[in-house]
């Protein structure tokens, strides 16, 4: 059974840090691309940062380049978001994905808060 877990979110004052994890199981972790979304009320889903499966490249969307990090640990099967100099932006659910390439395999969390604000 696939299980994904987050854990890190909570409530951090604008220019302070957070690291997000999400622990896996259940599946081959490190062929997975893996993923974190978020989403504000009212708004939709959108994607922050992926690393990918092989090589370890990475994207990240336009608005945390600079300060957030994506990065995994295949022997934990963990994928990690280092996110500094927070916004109240920021706030949001943020989700972990693993998505098999070119299938329809693709796994969410049950998502963890992230809360900025003084």
């Known amino acids: 059974q696939v299980h994904l877990v987050e854990s890190g979110g909570g409530l951090v004052q604008p220019g302070r840090s957070l690291r997000l994890s999400c622990a896996s199981s259940g599946f081959p972790f490190s062929q997975y691309d893996m993923s974190w979304y978020w989403q504000a009320p009212g708004k939709e889903r959108e994607l922050v940062a992926r690393?990918?499966?092989?090589?370890?490249?990475?994207n990240y969307a336009d608005s945390v380049k600079g300060r957030f990090t994506i990065f995994r640990d295949n022997t934990k099967n963990t994928v990690y978001l280092q996110m500094n100099s927070l916004k109240p932006e920021d706030t949001a659910v943020y989700y972990c994905?693993?998505?098999?390439?070119?299938?329809?395999?693709?796994?969410w969390g049950q998502g963890t808060q992230v809360t900025v604000s003084s």
């Open positions: 690393i990918f499966a092989f090589g370890g490249d990475t």
């Open positions: 994905n693993a998505r098999l390439r070119d299938t329809s395999f693709t796994y």
